[in-house]
């Protein structure tokens, strides 16, 4: 498989990542929830995203759960020196597959040994703290003392850089004093641009943007505009999801998510495609 030609690198903490990343959410079962549909393709999934250039999975021992780090450790391990894994803590799973907040420091000093083991690693390279106020949206509450609790077990050498998931700017700005932030994760795509203007703030400040659902996630993106542009450009309407993406910042490093090979393929191919500056303006008006 070619390797992605990729239109530049973004740092995530002290390591030069390529912009078109991997999600592995998708590869646990219905729901994120127990072992997943396909367990071959899923191995083969982590394995051709890798061999085609892809240094940056994200993940999250609270996929399955534990079924999304056994599988990349299974696929991946012993990792190659380039490959930034990043994972989140502040979440558990209930027995019905319900997303329960897990913030005090006991849990996520848990959370932490936990993604060590089944990632197989000393250090996790970036952990998110994903904070939990609101499940699918940002919403203001301190995150101060789980911070805390994640920086200190950076400072004992077990998690290498931090980020923040599912915060509002007043958030990252009370993390910045606690500790270096090296990226935020919340929801972001083509039609729900809620932190354009943190973006770019962001980017400023030379951290790194990724947004989550960025193919829209549970509710595939859909828009007459988008199938337009892609039919005029010989492209699917996800690449070019994504590669306004890559266009829009270049703090945006992308994670999307699939189980299948051949999604794989058409998602890795969007970091070859340019967007000619009337399929922008088009895409522009949709929101
Ligand atoms: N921090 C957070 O709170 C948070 C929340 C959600 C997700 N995440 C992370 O963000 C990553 C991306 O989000 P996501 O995976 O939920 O959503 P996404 O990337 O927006 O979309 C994934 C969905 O699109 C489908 N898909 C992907 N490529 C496709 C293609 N080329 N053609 C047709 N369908 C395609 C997938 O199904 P198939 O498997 O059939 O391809 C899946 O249903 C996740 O994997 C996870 O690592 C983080």
Redesign the pocket.
Known sequence: MPRINEPAAFPLGDRATKRLGY????LAGPGVFGPPRDPDEALAVLREAVAGGVNHI??SDFYGPHTTNRLIRKALHPYPDDLVIVT?VGARRGADASWLPACSAQELTQAVHDNLRNLGVDVLDVV?L?SMFAIHEPAEGSIGEPLSVLAELQRKGLVRHIGL??VTPAQIEEGRGICEIVCV?NHY?LAHRTDDALIDALAHRDIAYVP???????A?LQSSTLSEVARGLGA?P?QVALAWLLRRAPNILL??????LA?LR??LAAAELDLPEHAVAALEAIR
């Not at 989550?212 to 549970?218: E, K, M, S, V, W």
């Not at 994670?255 to 299948?260: E, N």
């Open positions: 999600g592995a959410m998708q994200d993940t989140k998110n994903r998931s599912n994760q795509n989550f659902f960025p193919l829209g996630g549970f595939a699917t996800r994670i999307p998510g699939t189980a299948s999604h058409e998602n």
